[in-house]
């Protein structure tokens, strides 16, 4: 039944395009939250959304660059690298033999979505009258608030830009450059990096590629994002993250990508946060409390222990550092999850809205690890609590 509803969902996000492609690709993305057939289905809206026909990128390119391909390119791949939920990227090369990616957004989405928020809107409160217990009002609220900003390529630009001057002491991060003069709302062109995705493990097999070296990278990178710097960049699904051995070099490099969704945390929020993990990893059961409170969980606090470090709660209290992992653990989540789908929907419901993309970044994240069989090192613990006393002494 799961599967079959799964694919019928599935299906649905895929007809009506835009923003139901978004909000399946973060279902797809809650992993402790859904049922394995669910998140497995609706994993392929990552890479395989539904594409524009080359005659609609001719279009928006026409529109908003005031010339045809032809004038601009030398060649233009017409077969997307990748096709995602606004926007589908393209390989070309300019006149002057640079090679490029030419990300262009579906032309009918920008008209569209906010008819779709609407009729999200229309369908939450609809099941908040058949079952109310359940709150999913902060998945429409989120979707208002980022999708305006998604849909603007020169905000994404902008994003990209100040995320590689912000990281730039990491020599493994690659952010592509941004073509300004060939960049508009509906038009991004950057500079076309290569790669693997960062859970294709075969991929990292075949180039000689660490997993657990790309694992520490991933989470020095993101622990200096969300606690030193509260600029956090929150769709990392493997599409947007790739790895790749530096041509020159034969250095690993992770190259991020989309930089179309930012979260910036406020001080206080950063603060609190920091705190909560730094207890989390000494196992300080008060200060888990007080700074899960602070954070809106209020008495659901171990809920919230639980969803941050998806871990049970028996692990969270016997130190989350000092008991591994184990497959039997997360089975126990995966099945104990559905019997406290109000608690996690009234949790998601309750903490500052900062949270939800957070948590949304958590779990593509863990997603990463697992896929990269990863999860069990303590690495990344370490990672954070560095950059949680980083944070808290300056």
């Not at 899960?292 to 919230?304: C, H, S, V």
């Not at 969270?316 to 559905?338: K, L, Y």
Request: glycine letters at 6%; one cysteine or more.
């Amino acid at each position: 039944v799961h599967l079959r509803s799964a694919r019928r969902l599935c299906e649905l996000c895929c007809a009506n395009r835009g923003t139901f492609i978004k909000v399946g690709q973060h279902l797809g993305a809650l992993d402790y939250l859904l049922p394995e057939e669910y998140t497995s289905t609706l994993k392929v809206l990552h890479s395989q959304a539904p594409q524009s026909s080359m005659k609609e990128v001719r279009q928006v390119i026409r529109e908003d660059l005031g010339k045809e391909i032809h004038d601009l390119f030398l060649s233009f791949d017409d077969t997307p690298l990748g096709a995602a939920s606004l926007a589908q990227v393209h390989k070309a090369m300019l006149r002057d033999g640079r090679t490029v990616a030419v990300k262009v957004q579906h032309p009918k989405v920008q008209a569209q979505s906010s008819k779709d928020i609407l009729l999200m809107e229309v369908l939450v409160l609809a099941v908040k009258q058949l079952f109310p217990e359940f709150e999913f009002m902060w998945l429409v609220d989120e979707a208002k608030k980022n999708l305006p900003l998604e849909l603007d390529f020169l905000n994404e630009g902008r994003n990209a830009e100040k995320v590689a001057q912000m990281l730039k002491h990491f020599d493994f991060l690659k952010v592509p450059r941004i073509y300004w003069e060939l960049s508009t709302k509906r038009v991004l062109l950057m500079e076309f990096v290569d790669g693997g995705q960062v859970n294709d493990r075969h991929y990292m097999e075949r180039n000689k590629i660490d997993v657990n070296e790309i694992s520490r990278h991933l989470g020095r990178m993101y622990s200096e994002m969300i606690f030193v710097n509260g600029f956090v960049h929150c769709d990392p699904h493997p599409g947007n993250v790739l790895v790749r051995k530096q041509p020159d070099t034969g250095k690993v490099e992770i190259v991020l990508l989309d930089h179309g969704l930012y979260q910036a945390l406020t001080e206080e929020f950063r603060l609190d946060y920091c705190r909560l993990w730094q207890s989390l990893i000494w196992t300080d059961m008060q200060g888990v409390r007080k700074y899960g409170q602070r954070l809106g969980a209020g008495d659901l606090y171990p809920l919230f222990a639980c969803m941050l470090t998806a871990r049970s709660w028996d692990a969270v209290n016997r130190g989350i550092g000092q008991t591994p992992v184990t497959a039997t653990e997360d089975s126990e989540i995966r099945n104990h999850a559905a019997n406290y789908l109000p608690q996690i929907s009234q949790l998601l419901n309750r903490v500052p809205r900062q949270m939800l993309l957070i948590f949304k970044t958590n779990d593509l994240l863990r997603g990463i690890e697992a896929a990269l069989g990863t999860r069990a090192s303590a690495s990344s613990f370490l990672n954070m609590s560095r950059c949680c006393i980083k944070a808290l002494a300056a």
